[in-house]
C-alpha cells in the first residue's frame, strides 16, 4: 500500500478538483482525511503490461482491403466446425502479435493476446489471415476515410465499398478470405455487405463477446460475420457467441445454441414488411426488395405489411453513438460497468491516440453532439435514449404481429466514391439500420437482386436474441433470391 502520509501537491489539487466536479463541498480538513484514506487504500503500482512482438508485415492487396497480416495463415486447431476457412479481422479487434491500428495513424498497438472472438475462431480450426481496413474508430459508413487508404470495392470501383468494416467486406468479395469479422454500431457490418454484395450479420447486443475489441459506443456495439453465404455466416457466429467473464455485458447473455440446424426450415414463419423503412427508401430499391420478399410464400413463409415508425432514430443513433465515444476518449477507452475496455495493452493505446490527436474525420464525427450534449448538460443524450425507448415498444408491437421484418438495407443505390461528405449524407445510408442497435436486435443482411449490376440487399430484423430466427429468414430469401421460380 501506498504511505498514507506521501500527499503531493498534485494529489492535494486532483482531490481538489474531484470535490468541485462533483459538488462536494466540504472543509479543507476534511478533504485532506479523505485524501489520506484514498492514498492508504491505494494499490502499488505495476509496470505497463508488454505487449506483442509483432510477427506481421503490410499486405499487398489488390483493393487496400488488408493491412498486417501473418506470413502465412495462423492455425491452432485441425478440428472444428471452420477447418480450412480463412478469416480476416476488422482492425480494431485484438490479434496477438499484429499491430492493431482502429485505421487511424493515432492510433497504434501490437497486442500479446487475442480477443475473445479470435480465440473461438482459432479453437474451431479457422485459419487466421490477419487485420481488415476499416474507417477511423469504426467512424463512417462509407470507407473512404481510413488513415491507411481508401477500401476498393470488389464489384466496381466507381463505388464505396461500404463502412466502417470497409476492408472486411471487400476482402471476403474479392475471395482473398473466405470470412472475415467486423463490428457494427449502426450499420458498420450490413453497409459493407450490402454495398459488397455478401452477407453481414449483426448479431443480438450482447449476444458475442467484446473482450478484446475497442468500443465505439458500448451500448450499441456489436462483432459479426461476414460471409458469401448465409450457412457460412451462421455457423461463424456459432463459434463466436457466447457469454464470457471478460465481458460483463454477456453475463445475461443467452446462449447462441445451434444456428446452423433448421436453417433451411422457414415453413410456417410469417415475415412482416414494415411500413418506414419502405416508404423511406426509393421506389427502386423498395420495389426490388419487396418483390423478393414476397416470393418466400413458396417456401411456406407468410408475407404481410406490417407499421412500424422509425421516426428520427438515425438522428438518436448519432447523438447516442458520439457521446458515449467522447466518454470512452475521457476515460481511456472504458465506459465503466458497460462492456471490457479495461485491458491495460489497450487502454495505453487509446490514451497515447488521444494525445496524439485523432484528426479531422473523428473530430467532424464527435464534436457536434460532443457540444450539444454538453451544452445541454446531457440532456440531448437523454432525449435521444428516450426516443430509443419509445421505438423498442413500437418495434416489440409490431413483433407481436410478425416473426422477422424483411426491408431494403440501404435506401438508395450503392453510393459513388465521393459523393459522401456530410453528416445529412450518412442518414439514407444508415436509415435502416441504425435504429436496430438501439433496439439490440439481430439483424442480417445479404444481396438479392441486381439493378444495373450493382446488388441490391434486403435485410431481415428479429425479436433480440432470436438470432436463429433471423439467419433461417435470410436463408430463405437467399433460396428464392435465386431460384427460377
Known amino acids: ?168 467486406g471487400a476482402a471476403v468479395a474479392a475471395g482473398t478470405v473466405d470470412v472475415a469479422l467486423g463490428t457494427d454500431t449502426g450499420g458498420s457490418v450490413r453497409i459493407p455487405a450490402a454495398c459488397c454484395g455478401i452477407v453481414g450479420v449483426k448479431p443480438s447486443h450482447t449476444l458475442v463477446p467484446r473482450y478484446g475489441f475497442v468500443d465505439f459506443a458500448p451500448s450499441l456495439d456489436t462483432i459479426g460475420p461476414l460471409a458469401r453465404d448465409v450457412e ?55 420495389g426490388a426488395v419487396r418483390a423478393v420478399a414476397t416470393r418466400l410464400e413458396a417456401v411456406g413463409v407468410e408475407v404481410v405489411d406490417v407499421p412500424l415508425d422509425l421516426a428520427e432514430m438515425e438522428t438518436a443513433y448519432l447523438t447516442v453513438g458520439s457521446a458515449e465515444f467522447v466518454w470512452l476518449l475521457e476515460q481511456d477507452g472504458v465506459v465503466r460497468g458497460h462492456g471490457s475496455g479495461y485491458n491495460e495493452e489497450l487502454r495505453a ?24 450534449d454538453a451544452r445541454s448538460a446531457g ?6 435514449r428516450r426516443e430509443g425507448i419509445a421505438f423498442e415498444e413500437r418495434l416489440d408491437e409490431t413483433f407481436s404481429r410478425v416473426d422477422a421484418l424483411v426491408m431494403p438495407t440501404l435506401r438508395d443505390r450503392v453510393p459513388a466514391v465521393g459523393e459522401t461528405t456530410t453528416r445529412a449524407d450518412f442518414l439514407p445510408i444508415i436509415g435502416n439500420t441504425a435504429p436496430f442497435n438501439i433496439a439490440g436486435t439481430p439483424a442480417v443482411t445479404l444481396p438479392v437482386t441486381e439493378r444495373s449490376g450493382v446488388p441490391v440487399s434486403a435485410q431481415v430484423v428479429a425479436p433480440r436474441f432470436e438470432d436463429s430466427v433471423a439467419l433461417r429468414v435470410a436463408r430463405a430469401l437467399e433460396r428464392v433470391a435465386t431460384s427460377t421460380a
Open 232 to 286: 457460412t455466416a451462421a455457423t461463424v457466429l456459432e463459434a463466436i457467441a457466447g457469454p464470457d467473464r471478460r465481458d460483463p455485458t454477456t453475463s445475461s447473455a443467452r446462449e447462441a445454441g445451434t444456428l446452423t440446424d433448421g436453417l433451411d426450415d422457414a415453413d410456417g414463419l410469417r415475415v412482416g414488411l414494415p411500413s418506414t423503412p419502405f416508404s423511406r427508401a426509393t421506389d427502386a430499391a423498395a
Open 349 to 372: 493505446a487509446f490514451r497515447a491516440a488521444r494525445e496524439r490527436g485523432l484528426g479531422e474525420h473523428v473530430a467532424r464525427r464527435i464534436l457536434p453532439p460532443a457540444f450539444l
Open 1 to 168: 500500500m501506498t504511505d498514507a502520509t506521501a500527499a503531493t501537491d498534485a494529489d492535494r489539487e486532483l482531490m481538489r478538483e474531484q470535490a468541485a466536479r462533483l459538488h462536494l463541498d466540504v472543509p479543507d480538513q476534511v478533504r485532506a482525511e479523505i485524501l489520506a484514506d484514498a492514498l492508504g487504500s491505494a494499490p502499488d503500482e505495476r509496470p505497463p503490461t508488454r505487449t506483442g512482438d509483432d510477427r506481421g508485415h503490410r499486405a499487398d492487396d489488390d483493393h487496400n482491403a488488408l493491412l498486417a497480416v501473418y506470413d502465412e495463415p495462423r492455425v491452432e486447431s485441425g478440428h472444428g466446425t471452420l477447418v480450412g476457412i480463412t478469416v480476416a479481422l476488422k482492425d480494431n479487434l485484438a490479434v496477438a502479435d499484429l499491430e492493431m491500428t482502429c485505421g487511424s495513424g493515432a492510433y497504434s498497438v501490437v497486442p500479446s493476446f487475442d480477443a475473445t472472438v479470435v480465440e473461438r475462431l482459432l479453437e474451431e480450426g479457422a485459419g487466421v489471415v490477419g487485420k481488415a481496413n476499416m474507417e477511423p474508430f469504426a467512424m463512417g459508413p462509407t470507407g473512404e476515410f481510413s488513415d491507411f487508404g481508401h477500401v476498393e470495392n470488389p464489384l466496381n470501383a466507381a463505388l464505396v465499398a461500404g463502412g466502417s468494416s470497409s476492408g472486411s
Open 379 to 384: 440532456r440531448t443524450y437523454a432525449r435521444a
